[in-house]
């Protein structure tokens, strides 16, 4: 009886491992969702949780409008449709309530690929008042696609890449923070200022190059950014930056992966990753994954959405408190950051059912 049982438990292992490495798994992530993840919402990308963990935040798909879930009633609303716009690739809750914004300015054709990949690229910043009654006042600044928003201050980091500005060089960008000061209830940037240039670092990077991620909590001295296509190769690593100092450092080193920076905990301890083999595309399959940030390369597996074949967990932002993970769905074969709806995940519930720490880094 209790060799059977161990086999069993052996055969369920090696069925598991196999699932996962290979899509062996049949179906929609949906019908085999853990008791701690549950669906919110059946459409939408790129969310973010307001501060008081009630809402979230959504962009309806690339340059698209913007939404916001009330997660008790389930009740969306739609909060860019009083203005003119060409659509948002990000919108952020700011600490004071106000709503950030980065989308193109100018118009282009939505049905073509490299138009909206040209669009995706030429965003630029802007302050959408929480009243919900004016055209969002502009900040007078490019961003690579979204930027980094302290949740605790008016801070904000972002990228600036060469196909906004030329003359940085190709596949170069530089991180640059600022504060968002208001002036008779106006806001506009100041203290801009460069804190890294891609080319401190000693390899050459793909056309992505960089892009700023999350300003660490509680000091917010430090930035978490990702680095693509690393020496033009499959490997992209997630770094962390002291905005004061200038130094900086890997917190991944594992070539045969792609390692993108996400959201943030509140301890500044952890950072959620898109993590996912990356030996036949630099932009693979991915899941989310919990990163330690004291550079040991740990880190903790949290979805399995890849061990259906096509499917993928991505974007991943966590609430104030650190208990809800909020993360999308996407497919095989769409455009970076597409989203199909996105779910929470409860990482109270589900601590006793993760897998322990392990490391992808060859440094260690």
């Keep these: ?5 161990f086999l069993t438990i052996l055969l369920f292992a090696t069925y598991f491992t196999f699932g996962q490495q290979t899509g062996f798994r049949n179906g929609h992530p949906d019908e085999h969702l853990p008791g701690y993840i549950q669906k919110v919402c059946g459409f939408g990308e790129r969310p973010d949780w307001s501060h008081d963990g ?4 959504f962009v309806e798909k690339p340059m698209g409008e913007v939404y916001e879930l009330d997660i008790a009633t389930g009740k969306i609303v739609p909060k860019t449709r009083h203005f ?8 952020l809750y700011m600490v004071n309530g106000d709503i950030l914004l980065s989308g193109p300015i100018q118009p282009f054709d939505a049905k073509d690929l490299k138009s909206r990949d040209i669009a995706r690229d030429q965003c630029w910043l802007s302050v959408l008042d929480k009243s919900g009654t004016k055209p969002p006042v502009p900040l007078n600044t490019m961003c690579a696609e979204g930027p980094a928003l302290a949740r605790n201050s008016l801070k904000v980091a972002y990228t600036h890449r060469d196909r906004q500005k030329p003359e940085l060089g190709k596949n170069s960008a530089v991180l640059l923070v600022a504060d968002i ?13 460069v804190v890294f240039k891609s080319s401190q670092l000693p390899f050459t990077l793909g056309s992505s190059s960089l892009e700023a991620q999350n300003l660490v909590p509680p000091k917010n001295e430090l930035l978490t950014f990702t680095a693509y296509e690393i020496n033009n190769s499959n490997n992209t690593d997630t770094y962390i930056l002291n905005i004061e100092t200038g130094e900086y450092k890997a917190l991944t080193n594992s070539p045969n992966f792609y390692d993108e920076a996400e959201g ?10 898109e993590h996912g083999e990356s030996t036949q595309s630099a932009w693979p399959l991915i899941d989310l994954y919990k990163l330690k940030t004291d550079g040991s390369g740990q880190m903790q597996r949290l979805t399995h959405f890849t061990d259906f074949k096509g499917y993928k967990a991505s974007q991943g932002v966590i609430s104030d ?5 909020c993360f999308q769905i996407g497919k095989s074969g769409d455009e970076a950051g597409v989203g199909y709806g996105f779910y929470i995940m409860d990482l109270e519930k589900a601590e006793k059912f993760l897998e322990p720490f ?7």
């Excluded at 943030?264 to 990753?273: L, R």
């Design 181 to 193: 000061v208001y002036h008779d209830g106006i806001p506009k940037l100041e203290n801009e200022k």
């Design 54 to 57: 009630k809402k979230i935040l």
């Design 264 to 273: 943030i905990f509140p301890d500044g301890k952890y950072i959620c990753v």
């Design 1 to 5: 009886m209790k060799n059977n049982f």
């Design 84 to 91: 003119l716009h060409y659509g948002f690739t990000r919108a």
């Design 321 to 325: 408190n650190g208990k809800f993970l």
């Design 358 to 364: 392990i490391s992808y880094d060859l440094k260690k």
